[in-house]
């Protein structure tokens, strides 16, 4: 389905946050006040990739400083250079997420062991997903300048503008991403030809994910400032805290998006109701 190929993006958005902890259920949440700062324009969705093709998506980071993936129990292998931005999604159609960076510099596509390609410039916003349906991830970027999709080979479609957040997902179900944003100053999600919904307020990250394994994107967002998940229809859970970095993955395969953060202080994955392990270091970026 859509979520499996559905890719990255971007920088970190944490705004600075002051973190009232302990929260939940999570036991190992640690006290803490944290104080993190990143740029939160763009898209700060990050989605998990399934690097051995079993259906469940791993964990893992990929490591800007030097240049490596580390995934979990698989591999660790070098790809990409600081200043990219993962772009992990299944290019081929295996089944089996492919190690990808986009490279703002130089508006080139790296997909290792694939292609090289350049498309897009410094500015964008990748946003792979797959447009056609053909179970491939497309190459594809979001300008912000003039709220444009550049689809490789399929599209361009002026959609969102300035200040809006691309999320990348499959909202209908029919198995192609759909073109859609989420705008910050109103809260509202865009879903072009599908429906127009406020859900959510200015500081919450959107996350891309299928909560109810009903192969549709739900709309969610995740609101910092009380580490709670507010899944449409679904949901409200609370699950992490300020400064950690919601994840949309399936790590147990059942095809249902799990509630998941990553927190940079201690590099601890938060998978609820699966598990809690280490993995990764502040600066890293879960890929
Ligand atoms: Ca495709
Ligand atoms: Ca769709
Ligand atoms: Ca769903
Ligand atoms: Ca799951």
Known sequence: ??????????????????????????????????????ASESSPQRVAGDFNGDGATEIAVWRPSNGTWYVRGLFTVQWGVAGDIPVAADYNGDSITDIAVWRPSNGTWYVRGQFTVQWGTGGDVPVVGDYNGDNRADVAVWRPSNGTWYVRGLATVQWGTGGDIPVV?????????????????????????????????GGDI?????????????????????????????????????????????????????????????????????TTVQWGTGGDIPV
Not at 20 to 28: C, F, K, Q, S, Y
Not at 174 to 197: E, F, H, K, L, Q
Not at 226 to 238: D, K
């Open 206 to 274: 959107p996350v891309t994910g299928d909560f109810n394994g009903d192969n549709r994107s739900d709309l969610t967002v995740w609101r910092p400032s009380n580490g709670t998940w507010y899944v449409r229809g679904i949901a409200t859970v609370q699950w992490g805290v300020g400064a950690d970095i919601p994840v949309s993955g399936d790590f147990n395969g059942d095809n249902r998006t799990e509630y998941t953060v990553w927190r940079p202080s201690n590099g601890n994955w938060y998978v609820r109701g699966i």
């Open 169 to 201: 997902g499959d909202y209908n179900g029919d198995n192609r991403t759909d073109y859609t944003v989420w705008r910050p100053s109103n809260g509202t999600w865009y879903a072009r030809g599908i429906a127009t919904v406020q859900w959510g307020t």
């Open 1 to 38: 389905m859509a979520m499996s190929i559905c890719r990255k993006s971007v920088v970190a958005a944490i705004a600075t946050v002051a973190v009232i902890g302990p929260v939940g259920t999570a036991a190992a949440q640690p006290d803490e006040i944290e104080t993190t700062s990143a």
